[in-house]
């Protein structure tokens, strides 16, 4: 939410997408505090398949915020190129969780380095693989993140992103 209130200084209102039910749709509970902290008034746009597309859509545009949270979700996930696109078309600048919105044509994202992820779950694999019970192993939490910039997606919404958030870039596509 920091992040997201460095690019965009005047959001007040964030439109958060995603599906209810899913369990990563905590990420509407995680921001919602952080957000009114903020003075970010933030409200649910739901998606539960690929056919609520439209609706959502036509729901953030009749009443525009000034950004947009992606929750990332399967269905999410296999769309992000239609969400990036009516988020440029809409100018409204977007936060998602991994970098494949990003490379889609969205904003920003600032999550879990995924291939990180992915190996420390192997390591995890392998160790059950060879007799370790899972109620032995740790719990462990993600340690590696990024933040990736798409700075042809900024000059598309006419937004100059603050050369420190470019410094703290793990990536920025341009």
């Given amino acids: 939410m920091a992040l997201l209130k460095e690019a965009i200084p005047r959001l007040a209102r964030l439109a958060v997408l995603g599906i209810p039910e899913s369990p990563n749709i905590s990420c509407l509970r995680d921001v919602t505090p952080a957000a009114l902290t903020m003075g970010v008034q ?8 690929v056919h609520a597309f439209e ?21 999410t996930a296999n ?41 420390r779950a192997a390591g995890y694999v392998g160790k059950m693989l060879k007799g370790t019970l899972p109620a032995d192993l ?14 042809q997606t900024a000059q598309a ?6 050369p420190m958030l470019l410094f703290q870039a793990t990536e920025v596509i341009r």
Wanted: glycine residues 4%.
């Fill in 42 to 49: 933030v409200y649910p746009v739901e998606v539960r398949d």
């Fill in 55 to 75: 609706p959502a859509f036509a729901t953030i545009a009749q009443a525009p915020p000034d950004a947009l949270l992606i929750c990332w979700s399967p269905l």
């Fill in 79 to 119: 769309h992000a190129r239609l969400i990036a696109d009516f988020a440029v078309w809409h100018r409204l600048p977007t936060l998602a969780a991994t970098s494949q919105y990003v490379q889609a044509g969205t904003l920003l994202s600032y999550g879990t380095n995924m291939p990180d992820h992915m190996r």
């Fill in 138 to 151: 740790p719990v462990e939490r993600p340690i590696q993140f990024e933040l990736v910039l798409n700075l």
């Fill in 157 to 162: 919404l006419g937004v100059t992103l603050p």
